[in-house]
């Protein structure tokens, strides 16, 4: 099992340019997450999904949109990106409510 | 607003030595009390678990201490080894909320 993969590792866009963060997990998790993890702030939740089709705000959701059209994968998009959303963005998952998260890697995202 | 407070924010610990964090809540609904490791360039990782019917657990070298009245947990790492570390952060959540709340983590360094 390949766990919590997530696509690309690292990007550089311009302000202003948009692009789309893929999550996949081979666990047959219900819930994924995506969560953003800047210096002395932790990680925050961006937007996450209970399910197949579902979609939910987080803490930090401005700027971000989501999209879960298959159970395994889990994709942020920035329509048009500013440097205050340059961070390193991990995508979570979890079979259920009030359990373990499994992490991805992470994507290191910068904003020029 | 739901937080978690953790501290210290940074740790430097002799080997063999104690090191300990702490995190306090403010939602007594809270029913789930995760701490995370997370080592530069990768994703946080669940280390250990507590939830609120027990006061004490331990796995290994790691031990979660739970105090229900203060609304407190602490992580006490005995024995600590430059290969502990890493950033650790607590979270906690419950079977009705959203997702987990991270604390602002703690970087830990054992000197060797």
């Known amino acids: 099992n390949a766990g919590v993969t997530q696509t690309p590792k690292f990007r550089v866009l311009k302000t202003g340019q948009s692009m789309t963060l893929l999550c996949a997990q081979d666990?047959?998790?219900?819930?994924m997450y995506w969560y953003r993890q800047d210096p002395g702030m932790g990680l925050r939740l961006i937007h996450y999904?209970?399910?197949?089709?579902?979609?939910a705000k987080g803490e930090v959701p401005d700027g971000y949109n989501v999209s879960r059209l298959k159970k395994q994968n889990f994709l942020l998009g920035l329509e048009s990106a500013a440097p205050s959303q340059t961070s390193v963005y991990f995508c979570?998952?979890?079979?259920?409510?009030?359990?373990?998260?499994?992490f991805g890697p992470g994507t290191r995202l910068t904003v020029l | 607003q739901q937080q978690v407070k953790q501290s210290p924010q940074s740790l430097i610990v002799q080997k063999g030595g104690i090191s300990i964090i702490n995190c306090a809540y403010e939602?007594?609904?809270?029913?789930?009390f995760p701490w995370y490791q997370q080592f530069p360039g990768k994703g946080p990782a669940l280390l250990i678990a507590?939830?609120?019917?027990?006061s004490e657990k331990k796995e290994g070298r790691f031990t979660i201490s739970f105090n229900k009245s203060a609304k407190q947990f602490s992580l006490h790492i005995m024995d600590s080894q430059p290969g502990d570390s890493a950033t650790y952060f607590c979270?906690?959540?419950?079977?009705?909320?959203?997702?987990?709340?991270f604390g602002k983590g703690t970087t830990l360094s054992v000197s060797s």
């Open positions: 979570a998952s979890s079979p259920r409510q009030g359990n373990e998260q499994f």
């Open positions: 666990m047959n998790h219900e819930y």
């Open positions: 999904s209970v399910g197949e089709g579902t979609t």
């Open positions: 939602n007594t609904a809270f029913d789930y």
């Open positions: 507590i939830r609120p019917d027990v």
């Open positions: 979270a906690a959540s419950n079977q009705a909320g959203t997702a987990l709340i």
